[in-house]
């Protein structure tokens, strides 16, 4: 069964993984996967969070934490004005 796959140019493979890479580390996919992962801290900590106001001011917190943090670490140079 091996003669009937074709494999695909190296160039092409490389060409694929540099789209993936390059939508890997976007902005937009790090801001959208930092409040799907915050959601999910806040809702694994959901027990312990007396109420649900007091959950959406910790997604708030950690999401706008997490967020300053990814600004502060991997864009340095707004950070030199």
């Not at 959901?46 to 001011?57: D, E, G």
Request: hydrophobic share 55%; glycine share 0%.
């Amino acid at each position: 069964m091996r003669f009937l796959y074709k494999r695909p140019r190296m160039e092409d493979v490389s060409e694929e993984l540099n789209l993936i890479m390059d939508l890997m580390v976007s902005k937009t996919f790090v801001i959208m996967d930092l409040f799907w992962l915050c959601l999910l801290f806040t809702l694994l900590l959901s027990p312990v969070l007396a109420t649900v106001s007091m959950s959406v001011i910790f997604f708030c917190a950690s999401f706008a934490f997490f967020n300053a943090l990814y600004f502060y670490l991997f864009y340095p140079d707004r950070n030199k004005n």
